[in-house]
T-cell receptor
C-alpha cells in the first residue's frame, strides 16, 4: 500500500497554462521531493523540501517551477507556464523519520502538454 | 557529485533463469545504494538498499545485491526469474548522509519469457 498519494494521476493541458500537482503523505514524513521522468529517460531530481523551505534544487527547477506545503499536509508542485518539454511523469517522494536515505514514492502524475 | 551507470537498457531472460542487472556508481563520499522497481503505470518501489555493514543485501521478491567498493558496483541478482519480475529496474545512489538527493540510473527493462 503506497504511503504517498498523488493527484491528478493524469493531466492534459495546453502549452502556457499553469499546472499544480499535489502530493499527500499518509505517514508523518519530514523530507519531501519531486522527481520527473520524461518518457524513455531516467528519473531526474527536481527539488527537495524540508522544514517548509527548499533544501536543494536541480538546474531543471527553474523559475517556472515552485513548491509549497500550504496547509502543512499537501505538498504541491506548480508549473507556471507549461512547455511541451514539461510533458513527463512527475513523482513525489518522501523520507523520514530515521537516517536511512530511503524514499517512498507516489504512483506519479502524468502531465501531457499539448 | 554522484552518478549511476546501468549497463543494458533491456535484459531478456527465460522464466527460471538467473537475473543479473548491472549497476556501477560514482561517488565522492561513501554511498548509500538502492534498487527500485517500477511496474507498468505504477510508482517506484524499493527493492533493497545498502547503507553500511554487510555488503550482500537481500530485498523483496528474492532479489539481492552486493556492494563491491573496489569495483564501484552494486549489481542486482535473482537466482530464478518469474514472469511477475518483468518490470523496469532503477539503480540509485545518494551521498550517504541520510537524506541526500537520490541520483538514478537510466533504468533497465527486464523482460521474462515463458
Amino acid at each position: 500500500e503506497p504511503e504517498v498519494t498523488q493527484t491528478p494521476s493524469h493531466q492534459v493541458t495546453q502549452m502556457g497554462q499553469e499546472v499544480i500537482l499535489r502530493c499527500v503523505p499518509i505517514s508523518n514524513h519530514l523530507y519531501f521531493y519531486w522527481y520527473r521522468q520524461i518518457l524513455g529517460q531516467k528519473v531526474e531530481f527536481l527539488v527537495s523540501f524540508y522544514n517548509n523551505e527548499i533544501s536543494e534544487k536541480s538546474e531543471i527547477f527553474d523559475d517556472q517551477f515552485s513548491v509549497e506545503r500550504p496547509d502543512g499536509s499537501n505538498f504541491t508542485l506548480k508549473i507556471r507556464s507549461t512547455k511541451l518539454e514539461d510533458s513527463a511523469m512527475y513523482f513525489c517522494a518522501m523520507g523520514g523519520p530515521g537516517v536511512t536515505g530511503e524514499l517512498f514514492f507516489g504512483e506519479g502524475s502524468r502531465l501531457t502538454v499539448l | 557529485a554522484q552518478s549511476v551507470t546501468q549497463l543494458g537498457s533491456h535484459v531478456s531472460v527465460s522464466e527460471g533463469a538467473l537475473v543479473l542487472l548491472r549497476c556501477n556508481y560514482s561517488s565522492s563520499v561513501p554511498p548509500y545504494l538502492f534498487w527500485y522497481v517500477q511496474y507498468p503505470n505504477q510508482g517506484l518501489q524499493l527493492l533493497l538498499k545498502y547503507t553500511t555493514g554487510a555488503t550482500l543485501v537481500k530485498g523483496i521478491n528474492g532479489f539481492e545485491a552486493e556492494f563491491k567498493k573496489s569495483e564501484t558496483s552494486f549489481h542486482l541478482t535473482k537466482p530464478s526469474a518469474h514472469m511477475s519480475d518483468a518490470a523496469e529496474y532503477f539503480c540509485a545512489v545518494s551521498g550517504g548522509s541520510g537524506y541526500s538527493t537520490l541520483t538514478f540510473g537510466k533504468g533497465t527493462m527486464l523482460l521474462v519469457s515463458p
